[in-house]
T-cell receptor, first 109, second 115 residues
């Protein structure tokens, strides 16, 4: 079956760095997405990886290893506004997104 | 107009009621989606419309009925729901085709409570 695994919750300190991991198993693969969702709001797109390697976008970076079925989202210089849920989703051979349950990130001062 | 809008934002209904959720996108996209989001569970894809034709329904109970009159509007008609249907219902849209990676843009959701 198709499956996405990511930690349920993580805690980090303001100004620090945190890495949120995601492993996936899908029928075919057409890319890996990360979304951010603040409580009570819509998910918003953060990143897309389809090739192996690291994509950097400001304070956020996303990494993909297709051979390992693994991705991570790296958040640097954490700010209180980064407290949110981070959703990992893999696109299968039918171009449908398979979603993880999300990682709730709590930032402490 | 913001990208994807949904109405109502909150809805409380009894099990015998009939109601509809509305979604509208102003992004020129050609695909629209309904998702169910329950606490601590992955997003559940309910329906996909591509070029106004339904392409996926994922064994959703018949008490949920989608309608896509055009590429900008999507409805979810609800009738005789159960308390376990209480959840956040999210609409999304995307641009499918060559040269795109089909990033989905989400609306703010409708928080549904079934009594």
């Amino acid at each position: 079956g198709q499956n996405i695994d990511q930690p349920t919750e993580m805690t980090a300190t303001e100004g620090a760095i945190v890495q949120i991991n995601c492993t996936y198993q899908t029928s075919g693969f057409n890319g890996l997405f990360w979304y951010q969702q603040h409580a009570g709001e819509a998910p918003t797109f953060l990143s897309y990886n389809v090739l192996d390697g690291l994509e950097e976008k400001g304070r956020f970076s996303s990494f993909l290893s297709r051979s390992k079925g693994y991705s991570y989202l790296l958040l640097k210089e954490l700010q209180m506004k980064d407290s949110a849920s981070y959703l990992c989703a893999a696109m299968d051979s039918n171009y449908q997104l398979i979603w993880g349950a999300g990682t709730k990130l709590i930032i402490k001062p | 107009e913001t990208g994807v809008t949904q109405t109502p934002r909150h809805l409380v209904m009894g099990m015998t009621n009939k109601k509809s959720l509305k979604c509208e996108q102003h992004l020129g996209h050609n695909a629209m989606y309904w998702y169910k989001q329950s606490a601590k569970k992955p997003l559940e894809l309910m329906f996909v419309y591509s070029l106004e034709e339904r392409v996926e329904n994922n064994s959703v109970p018949s008490r949920f009925s989608p309608e896509c009159p055009n590429s900008s509007h999507l409805f979810l008609h609800l009738h005789t729901l159960q308390p376990e249907d209480s959840a956040l219902y999210l609409c999304a849209s995307s641009l499918e085709g060559e040269g795109t990676y089909n990033e989905q843009f989400f609306g703010p959701g409708t928080r549904l409570t079934v009594l």
